[in-house]
């Protein structure tokens, strides 16, 4: 059960993060383009789930920084190793634990949370072995899911949310409201947060307030571990 | 097995084989506790070594290979047996790199071993000749690296027996290894891999040809005891489903069974072929020595029992990789050295090479792990300094 839930991780990763070779001069997809605007240059980035490597190449062109990558798939691993950047193959769930407290400055969990088996473990790790975490995840909040859930009584899908519900990757889904939630109950402190409309464009609304938790598909969180370092 | 040779003693003096020869007068302190020498280390170049001397390469072979990594073997007229990689414009451009590869202390391709001369008895060692490990082979191959000028290697690649080079190699001198590439290895050896060992030394001891290890002085050669061992590994080198691909049930130039035991199946005949033809090129006591130091590796050991604590602080890059099919070096085992790797904050790339090759996948054509290894070298020479490939 456990392998097959994690190969369709995977390919939900490759998916979501297909948008651009990591030799390509394109536009980083808009979520990652807003990610990488908060990361300093030549800071130490782990970017777990990290695709084809789009947001690793885009961050060591741009901002030197010294990346590092964690993701599922055999083809996503093997396309960044072979672009020069440093991958492993493993998962949020597994290949944590083995990094020391403090590791990075920033790591980064893009799209990647609600396919954990232990979101809440995950988040512990994250704010454990970065100074600062990154996380972002589709809003189960988000009114047109919502909605379609009412009106017409079967499972949402979205283009944030592509599979249907028996061969979905998404295995624990949650709203804004749940993820802050958790934050308060584990003692991680959010730091900024990013809401963004169906078109990737940010919100200016109060991630803590219902409006976000109605309006916003998407959410990009900063957070601290409460002992900060 | 009376397909195989008649025993065919070598002496030294008869070989002329190519390649270079670097005598080291000073004794090596050995880790058994013996000052060994003075001995001989045979190694193979490719390439040309740059002006700044940074684009040096270290190939390390694994338990029966040797320095010919690109060339004709002297013995069998075989291709070198990482031809595939090696060369103008390959994974290992020659027209970019310096390639060095040794071979191993305790080999039978002219570093000093078990069937050469003992100074103080005037007779081959065999057993009297030291335990030797993994870590004294690259004491061994440090001290060629001394002669050769070279400080510090661009990187240090491998398989097998080779990876556990590597891996000694970023443990022992970091500062001398920019990039470690070890390829299908394990930071130890398991219990599973010794037993298969001992089942191949056992078959080497139990020949009668094999006299208590003196054959050479008594004129013959363990032939059969050296080609079982060798046909018991060589499964381990395999898969199932590689084994099933190549040969399945197959009879051997016959249409029916001959109720015998006569090498009725392909797969027999395989085998018989591999046990035979690799007596020819190889000694029965380096065999055991070689085997041993592979069983007694174990780099957390060294390190105060955490493997963490081989890679702290190191500044290398490393590229791990693994086969899915390959059961005698399982992917977990490169996990534990990624995880480890971790630990100590290196900077790690692993990447598991889907194959149904087996462990041999690393000597064979798999295009995804060249593909690999040029992407890590590539992104490791611009980092050098060493530019782009042309």
């Keep these: 059960m456990a392998a097959s839930a994690e190969s369709a991780a995977l390919s939900f990763g490759a998916a979501a993060r297909a948008t651009m070779g990591p030799g390509a001069a394109g536009e980083l997809r808009q979520d990652l383009r807003l990610i990488a605007e908060m990361i300093e240059p030549r800071s130490r980035v782990l970017d777990i789930g990290c695709g084809d490597g789009a947001l690793l190449a885009y961050l060591a062109r741009q901002k030197s920084v010294d990346g590092r990558g964690i993701e599922l798939s055999q083809s996503g691993v093997n396309a960044c190793v072979g672009h020069g950047l440093s991958v492993i193959q493993g998962d949020a769930d597994r290949d944590l634990e083995a990094y020391p407290a403090g590791a990075f400055d920033v790591v980064v969990l893009s799209q990647t949370l609600q396919a954990t088996h232990r979101p809440r473990r995950v988040v512990e790790e994250l704010v454990r072995i970065g100074r600062r975490a990154i996380v972002s995840f589709p809003n189960f909040g988000f009114w047109r899911i919502r909605f379609g859930l009412l009106l017409t009584g079967r499972m949402p899908v979205s283009h944030c949310l592509a599979h249907p519900w028996y061969e979905t990757p998404n295995i624990h889904l949650c709203t804004i409201r749940d993820f802050i939630a958790l934050c308060d109950e584990i003692g991680v402190r959010v730091d900024r947060s990013v809401t963004l409309d169906r078109h990737g464009q940010p919100y200016s609304l109060d991630p803590r307030g219902s409006l976000a938790n109605l309006l916003a598909e998407q959410g990009i969180f900063v957070l601290c571990g409460s002992g900060g370092l | 097995m009376s397909t195989l040779i008649s025993p065919r003693p070598r002496s030294r003096s008869d070989q002329d084989w190519p390649g270079y020869v670097l005598p080291v007068r000073a004794p090596l302190r050995l880790d058994c506790g013996i000052d060994f020498g003075p001995f001989t280390i045979a190694y ?81 060692w065999a057993l009297s000749f030291p335990v030797i490990t993994i870590r004294d082979m690259v004491r061994a191959q440090k001290l060629l690296l001394d002669h050769l000028g070279i400080e510090s290697l661009f990187c240090v690649i491998g398989g097998s027996m080779g990876a556990m080079q590597v891996l000694e190699w970023a443990a022992s001198y970091p500062d001398s290894v920019f990039a470690a590439v070890p390829i299908a290895g394990a930071a130890r050896h398991s219990a599973q891999n010794i037993a298969f060992h001992e089942v191949g030394r056992q078959a080497i001891m139990a020949d009668p040809d094999w006299s208590g290890g003196r054959y050479l002085s008594v004129g013959r050669k363990p032939v059969r005891g050296l080609a079982v061992a060798r046909m018991a590994a060589h499964i381990t080198y395999l898969s199932e489903a590689a084994l099933h691909r190549k040969f399945g049930r197959n009879l051997q130039d016959r249409l029916a069974v001959t109720y015998g035991f006569d090498a009725d199946f392909q797969v027999e005949s395989y085998l018989r072929h591999q046990g035979s033809t690799f007596v020819d090129r190889f000694d029965a006591n380096s065999y055991l020595y070689i085997t041993r130091a592979m069983d007694y590796f174990d780099l957390a050991a060294e390190h105060g029992g955490t493997l963490a604590g081989a890679f702290e602080g190191t500044r290398s890059r490393f590229c791990i990789i693994s086969f899915t099919s390959d059961w005698l070096f399982p992917t977990p085992e490169s996990r534990q050295i990624v995880h480890a790797l971790n630990a100590a904050a290196a900077n790690v790339s692993f990447v598991e090479i889907a194959t149904d090759n087996g462990h041999d996948a690393f000597l064979l054509h798999e295009p995804e792990l060249f593909e690999t290894l040029r992407g890590f070298l590539n992104g490791c020479a611009e980092h050098r300094g060493l530019g782009r490939p042309r």
């Excluded at chain 2, 690109?70 to 310096?98: N, S």
């Design chain 2, 44 to 124: 193979q170049t490719y390439g040309t070594l740059n002006p700044d001397r940074s684009n040096a390469i270290l190939v390390c072979h694994a338990l029966t290979g040797d320095q010919y990594a690109a060339d004709p073997h002297p013995l069998t007229g075989k291709p070198g047996w990482w031809e595939t990689l090696i060369g103008p414009g390959r994974v290992l451009d020659i027209e970019r790199y310096f390639l060095i590869c040794p071979n191993v202390l305790g080999g039978c391709m002219g570093t000093t071993g078990p069937q050469d001369i003992d100074p103080a008895s005037g007779e081959p």
